[in-house]
């Protein structure tokens, strides 16, 4: 296959935090074309610089690292310089940047690219602690972006209504990591020793994170051992509920989470209802499933529609019917009707692969190349 031009990525996540939509898709470009996945920068007492390293995935990492004290603005005048000083010594040609957070719009009026992706997977602005200044850069690289794509339908929307040619790619699966936890694997040590039965919850735990209703659920069923994976973020260790049966066990590697699933009988979504999770689409659903695990979440839109209303996903708000969602969910799990759920959502998942989504991505990619090809040659009429 023909390498294709270079994909430059300005990230708002560290490759090496929760391995999501970023990392999925950006080791699917890296099969024919270099990629670059640019992170957030790094202060401390030394020279400016990038440092620069090589994936499992074939994605390069570049982490500006610059001298501690500068301001936004001067951070990324300085990144952008080198950025632009790799753009000459990496030969880059019609390059594509894709981009995932409008704070960095600094970078994408300082670089030249043939074509500009803003990948929205999350309503930033949001999100606590997002910076006023997110709402008028976004303005700004709509105006800018040759294409918005969104992580979900919620969120696309909303984009629609903001970007002329935007398009709803809600979260995709990597189905085969995902349903080695229907074979016989290892209990990990930190949970082989809990009771069953045993509900699961994996991803990043901070204000999307519905708090009270994990902890009724775990004072109603204490016999219930309650396992959270993941890094807390923007909420204190102290304002997590504490008791017998809530074993947080931290950050597991991506290669890690199926054999933790292996030994769930029930995977959650507890997602509190707020501002933060109006638009959100998330990866963990078919993962979930892909694992071959009962799910209940709470009333997340685009989880609702399609698993929900397919009846893939139990769905409940109220701690009564939660609590009664994952009785329900327990005693189906080696039923005929826990079967047939589940014949179900493999047939749902079936068409759903992180290359398929690339692919349709790279069709809307050159539709859109297409698109700034006629207005050159129109203008140079």
Partial sequence: MARQGDLICLAHLRWDFVFQRPQHLMGQAARDRRVYYVEPPLFGEWDSSLEIRSTEYGVTVVVPRLLEGLDAAASQARTAAMLNELALSEAWHEYTLWVYTPMEMPLVTALDPSLVIYDCMDELANFRFAPPELRPREQQLLARADLVFTGGHRLWEAKREQHPHAYPFPSSVDKAHFARARRELPDPADQADLNRPRLGFYGVIDERFDTA?????????????????????????????????????????????????????????????????????????????????????????????????????????????????????????????????????????????????????????????????????????
């Fill in 213 to 381: 209703l994990l902890a009724e659920l775990a004072e109603r069923r204490p016999e219930w051992q309650f396992v959270l994976l993941g890094p807390v973020v923007k909420i204190q260790e102290g304002d997590l509920p504490r008791a017998a049966n809530l074993h947080y066990l931290g950050m597991k590697s991506y290669a890690e989470l199926p054999q933790y699933l292996a030994h769930w009988d029930v995977a959650l979504l507890l997602f509190a209802r707020n501002a933060s999770t109006e638009f959100i689409s998330p990866t963990k659903t078919p993962e979930y499933l892909a694992a071959g695990v009962p799910v209940v979440s709470t009333e997340i839109r685009d989880v609702v529609r399609p698993y929900g209303e397919q009846d893939l996903v139990r769905i409940a708000n109220r701690a009564d019917d939660f609590e009664a969602a994952c009785e329900a969910a327990l005693a189906e799990r080696h039923q005929p009707e826990g079967h047939d759920r589940q014949a179900r959502a493999d047939a749902y998942l079936a068409g759903l692969s992180w290359s398929q989504t690339w692919a349709e991505m790279e069709t809307r990619m050159n539709e859109a190349r297409g698109r700034k090809a006629t207005k050159t040659e129109a203008a140079d009429d």
